[in-house]
């Protein structure tokens, strides 16, 4: 048994009566490198870096923003379940995969069905018990002409809302168990300055930006009931990115974006939960 003082290792309520109450012990049954805080409450999984070692899940993980917050995690040390459509087809994270070998777990989910949703938290509950963050990243938009007051239809509008607003809605609500077992659980939706109503001075787009309005109402209504649990609960706008979604012209590399998102959700506390708030650490106006 070892005494280790790192402050951050504490449990949470440790961490608030200080190190000297809390030491943590490391046992390690069968290699696993695992602690508890000396209060008894919480058994803490330690990365290879030695850093507190979260279970990160991020949808629509296998190209743009997604893949570069599951590369940005897995260097980070923690365990990564990379949810995407089609794993057998998502080149980029098997070759993640084989790199780190044993922290990185394909997940087939389309999220928009609540069935691929609960198969998804099935095969999640066969690894773990715990979700630290979950991260809805996956989303959707049409062209501008399609969303124009002209050509827009029901089609456009209920297809876009349904994977940028409802869908975060039921993965929070299937992922809660999950999130419940975490010392520090955190929901992070990629929202968009498109869904800032003060932020609008231009018409069209109403699926998208509508989509992202609904997705901050969604967030802030779920800081709201999950505060109770110390669930942190935040829409994230990951600025205007070089992905297929952002295009050619965007300003930030995926890696940028993510490593700032990285950074903004390792710093959150509950003061934090339910602001909309920029890839950068900066804050949108609803
Ligand atoms: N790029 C930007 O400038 C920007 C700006 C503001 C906000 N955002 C938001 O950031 C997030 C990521 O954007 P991005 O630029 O990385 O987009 P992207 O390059 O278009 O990638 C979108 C990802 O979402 C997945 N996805 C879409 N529909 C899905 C569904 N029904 N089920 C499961 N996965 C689905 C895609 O999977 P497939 O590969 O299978 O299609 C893909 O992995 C989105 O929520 C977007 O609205 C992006």
Avoid at 135 to 163: C, K, P, V, W
């Amino acid at each position: 048994m070892e005494a280790v003082t790192s402050w951050a290792n504490f449990c949470d309520g440790c961490h608030d009566r200080g190190p000297s109450r809390g030491q943590l012990r490391y046992n390690r049954p069968h290699g696993v490198r695992a602690s508890v805080c000396s209060c008894g409450r919480f058994p803490v999984a330690l990365s290879p870096k030695g850093i507190l070692m979260h279970n990160v899940l991020i949808t629509g993980s296998n190209r743009g923003i997604g893949l570069a917050l599951a590369k940005a995690y897995l260097e980070r040390g923690d365990r990564v379940f990379a949810a995407c459509r089609t794993p057998e087809r998502a080149t980029d994270l098997q070759a993640l995969d084989a790199e780190h070998s044993g922290r990185l777990v394909l997940v087939p989910l389309e999220v928009g069905e609540l069935d691929s949703i609960r198969q998804a938290v099935e095969l999640i509950k066969t690894h773990t018990d715990t979700v630290d963050i979950l991260i809805n990243n996956a989303g959707m938009n049409t062209s501008q002409e399609d969303q124009t007051l002209e050509y827009i239809d029901f089609t456009t509008m209920i297809g876009i809302f349904r994977i940028n607003s409802f869908a975060p809605l039921m993965m929070a609500q299937q992922c809660l168990t999950l999130l419940r077992r975490s010392q520090q659980p955190k929901v992070i939706n990629l929202s968009s300055e498109m869904g800032s109503i003060a932020a609008t001075d231009y018409g069209g787009w109403y699926a998208y930006c509508g989509s992202k309005a609904a997705l901050n109402m969604i967030s802030k209504l779920l800081a709201n009931d999950l505060g109770r649990y110390n669930i942190i609960v935040a829409p994230v706008d990951p600025g205007w990115v070089q992905t297929d979604m952002g295009g050619d012209d965007a300003t930030l590399p995926p890696e940028e974006s993510a490593a700032g998102i990285v950074a903004l959700v390792e710093g959150m506390t509950s003061a934090d939960s339910g602001k909309f708030w920029m890839w950068d650490g900066g804050q949108h106006e609803w």
